[in-house]
């Protein structure tokens, strides 16, 4: 079937609907409206819900949908996913416990954990005492278990034992309860066990539950694992080069003066030649056979070329090819799911199972959509129209693809409705006074963010300023306007309020922006609560304070987008962080694993009084060291960086003692870094940049169309509120990923939620 519903490229600006529309009163005030009517409501209420849930990304788990416990199972469901923001608060917590947790290696060896940070250079984020420690693990751990268990409620136990993420988080989880066992028996009955100071498992674990448990973590954990085989690939060519070019620089120098210092044997020379080949000693590891002959630059110089630059790129190439295509199928995996959900639907309109819907069954089916989309009334006569419309085959009847291709109208077309707000729900009298919808009006009103925020923001990075010059002059007059900064994080915490009674929650949360914001807030909360509680800023300081305020003010990016020449680079930049945030989950998580690794290797080595300091390269970079856990996640980001890696890593082979342990622990980070894990960023963001310049272009040419007056007159006639077809986000992920070889039927496949 070809023809849409609504045949219309129409939008409103900034997807808001009429003053009709965005306040007249959903049917139904609850909170939960798909659970309601997966537990109460009718099979085309039901369908209706199933409808809504396939085109706002979310599916449903493929093995209950053909259960004949569908509509238990169902609500099971969205009471998880509507706790989204408890789960999403208690991995934050479970990912801050490395930060907070005393390193093993000091437990006992000072009067005051981990001694004098001076003297061992730690974070500044501070520790706590590990019988309060645990208490807190604890409380998380339950948290943990109550999101990785709650799925037997909705999947049974036999579905549950049988899907690999349920088994691999549960005995991940199991290991995490035994490991804190462990350290309570320890710490609170004395109990013989295996010291603290021996490896935990605990910092290990928690990175790999959140990277298995979170379901966008785990999607692109396994699109990056599915890119290793190509890696492996071009690794060993790589490999090869390697080995070949440093037996031949062994040969090659093998009596003059460049052999004797730089390559005494092979295996230095072979790892010489690979810091070369990240650029890190570059020239000064072929200085001395350059400064004894000119011609022997030749050969570094064709090194160069070819590994540094070409097989470097060509690793490059090669990975996002790879990371396109399994993008392609993550995005093919979806539609299948959309697909599924859409069928379950059909068999709920489909009560008698005939194969196929009539129009009094669509009829329906559009009045219940009107809970969830802002579908506009249609006359019988009209409906009659479409339905003959939709019947490709004649028969006056609507087969199953028929179904997907009027759901497909619908999902893309018409705008979804907002959840009512709970102040809506709780005390509609006070939801609905004068004065309180004046405030919802003023509020809601895009002028609201365009102009009153804005002018805050500006009003703020002007206040910044002034007080950073200050600060930086150490004048009197600088403590009057940090108490200014201080009022502009009331002023934002009380936007924050305002927004979410207006507007609900949900609706307020399903903004990334809002999300962003909302965060920020809190923490600004948090911070200025704890000044009014202790004014000697033993706990919190307006330092911290300003930065979160300046953080705030990211949001004048948006004003360079009024600006054509730089609305491409912005708008890549504002798409592209939403969309890469589980990427930066599973780099984080990258990072968090190796950081915990490096404690246990070398934390506490690097200390101003140790004598063997002084001979290493770590003598001028002291500060970054794996001596706690937050100075190791700055280490391994300046590896990442390629920042003089192999100094540390000499060092550290000095410090320890273990120097073939010290190489393979860098040797390992530096290949999977910086060839893999890093290279996927790269490529990612050119190549979305390329592509959001195709779509600037693509709409201009579609603004142009739309000036050209053509408006389809049954979109006139019924007042429809649509949409685009898709939103910027999706359609910059469609046309960057939507032609690999996940989407090779593409022509056949439903178009992109």
Same mark, same amino acid.
């Not at 703020?460 to 009057?480: G, K």
């Not at 924050?496 to 909302?518: E, H, M, T």
């Given at each position: 079937m070809e023809r849409p519903l609504i045949d219309s490229r129409r939008s409103s600006p900034g997807g808001s609907r009429s003053a009709a529309a965005r306040d007249s009163p959903p049917s139904a005030l609850t909170i939960d409206r798909r659970g309601n009517a997966f537990k109460t409501g009718s099979n085309v209420q039901q369908a209706a819900a199933l409808v809504d849930?396939?085109?706002?990304?979310?599916?449903?788990?493929?093995?209950?949908?053909?259960?004949?416990?569908?509509?238990?199972?169902?609500?099971?469901?969205?009471?998880?996913?509507?706790?989204?923001?408890?789960?999403?608060?208690?991995?934050?917590?479970?990912?801050?416990?490395?930060?907070?947790?005393?390193?093993?290696?000091?437990?006992?060896?000072?009067?005051?954990?981990?001694?004098?940070?001076?003297?061992?250079?730690?974070?500044?984020?501070?520790?706590?005492?590990?019988?309060?420690?645990?208490?807190?693990?604890?409380?998380i751990f339950l948290l943990l278990a109550a999101h990785i268990l709650f799925p037997l409620l909705y999947a049974g136990p036999k579905l549950y034992q049988e899907s690999p993420k349920d088994a691999i988080s549960t005995g991940l989880l199991l290991l995490l309860g035994l490991d804190i066992i462990r350290q309570m028996l320890f710490w609170w009955t004395q109990f013989p066990v295996v010291e603290p100071q021996a490896v935990r498992l605990a910092p290990y674990l928690r990175v790999l539950i959140f990277l298995v448990s979170v379901k966008e973590m785990r999607d692109n954990l396994w699109t990056v694992v599915a890119v290793v085989p190509k890696f492996l690939d071009i690794f060993i060519l790589g490999f090869v080069f390697l080995v070949f070019s440093s037996w031949l620089a062994y040969v090659l120098f093998e009596d003059t003066l460049q052999g004797r210092k730089e390559f005494p044997t092979f295996g230095i020379t072979s790892l010489k030649m690979f810091i070369l080949l990240t650029g890190s000693n570059n020239p000064d590891v072929w200085q001395t056979a350059y400064e004894q002959h000119r011609a022997y630059s030749l050969f570094f110089v064709l090194y160069l070329l070819l590994g540094l630059y070409f097989l470097t790129n060509l690793t490059l190439a090669v990975i996002f090819d790879s990371f396109k295509n399994q993008l392609g199928y993550a995005r093919k995996a979806i539609e299948e799911n959309k697909r599924r959900v859409l069928s379950r639907a059909f068999s709920f309109v489909d009560e008698q199972k005939r194969g196929f819907i009539d129009s009094d069954q669509l009829t329906a089916l559009m009045n219940a959509l009107n809970l969830y989309r802002a579908v506009p009334h249609i006359e019988k006569d009209d409906m009659r129209h479409i339905f003959l419309a939709l019947d490709d085959s004649g028969d006056y009847k609507i087969q199953e693809d028929e179904f997907s291709d009027v759901c497909e109208a619908i999902g893309t077309k018409f705008i979804k409705l907002d959840e009512p707000p709970f102040l809506q729900i709780v005390a509609p009298g006070v939801f609905n006074s004068r004065a309180f919808t004046a405030v919802r009006d003023f509020v809601k009103d895009p002028r609201f963010?365009?102009?009153?925020?804005?002018? *805050? !923001?500006? $009003?703020? /990075?002007?206040?910044? @300023?002034?007080?950073?010059?200050?600060?930086?002059?150490?004048?009197?007059?600088?403590?009057?306007?940090?108490?200014?900064?201080?009022?502009?994080?009331?002023?934002? *915490? !009380?936007? $924050?309020? /305002?927004?979410?009674? @207006?507007?609900?929650?949900?609706?307020?949360?399903?903004?990334?922006?809002?999300?962003?914001?909302?965060?920020?807030t809190w923490i600004i909360l948090i911070g200025q609560t704890a000044l009014i509680l202790d004014p000697h800023q033993t706990v919190a300081s307006k330092e911290w304070i300003r930065y979160l305020l300046i953080g705030r003010m990211l949001r004048l990016l948006r004003l360079l987008t009024y600006i054509e020449r730089y609305r491409a680079i912005v708008n890549t930049f504002l798409k592209l962080v939403p969309a890469m945030g589980p990427l930066f989950g599973v780099l984080f998580g990258f990072l968090s694993l190796f950081t915990s690794l490096g404690i246990h290797l070398f934390g506490g080595l690097v200390y101003e009084s140790n004598p063997l300091l002084k001979s290493t390269p770590l003598s001028d970079h002291k500060p970054y060291n794996f001596n706690d856990y937050s100075a190791g996640m700055v280490t391994l980001f300046n590896l990442l960086c390629q920042a003089s890696w192999q100094d540390w890593m000499e060092g550290y082979a000095v410090l320890s003692g273990h120097r073939a342990l010290a190489r393979a622990f860098f040797l390992t980070f530096i290949a999977l870094g910086t060839y893999l894990v890093m290279n996927v960023f790269v490529s990612f963001v050119m190549e979305a940049f390329t592509v959001e310049m195709e779509l600037a272009a693509a709409e201009k040419k579609e603004e142009a169309w739309r000036s050209g007056g053509r408006l389809n007159l049954s979109v006139a006639r019924h007042g429809a509120n649509v949409r685009p077809e898709s939103s910027p986000m999706e359609r910059l992920m469609d046309k960057m990923f939507g032609e690999g070889e996940g989407d090779e039927d593409k022509d056949s496949a439903d178009p992109g939620v």
């Open positions: 849930i396939a085109y706002d990304g979310e599916g449903l788990p493929e093995s209950f949908l053909e259960s004949p416990h569908f509509s238990e199972k169902a609500s099971y469901y969205l009471v998880y996913n509507a706790a989204g923001p408890l789960w999403l608060a208690t991995y934050a917590a479970l990912l801050l416990l490395n930060f907070v947790e005393v390193p093993s290696w000091c437990l006992n060896n000072h009067e005051q954990y981990c001694g004098n940070p001076k003297e061992y250079w730690l974070g500044d984020v501070p520790y706590l005492p590990p019988n309060v420690f645990l208490v807190v693990e604890l409380v963010d365009r102009y009153v925020m804005t002018s *805050v !923001l500006l $009003a703020n /990075l002007v206040t910044v @300023a002034i007080e950073t010059t200050l600060d930086m002059e150490n004048l009197p007059s600088q403590a009057i306007w940090q108490n200014i900064e201080y009022v502009f994080g009331w002023v934002y *915490v !009380l936007e $924050a309020l /305002l927004k979410v009674s @207006a507007l609900g929650f949900c609706n307020y949360w399903r903004q990334g922006a809002n999300r962003f914001d909302f965060l920020i």
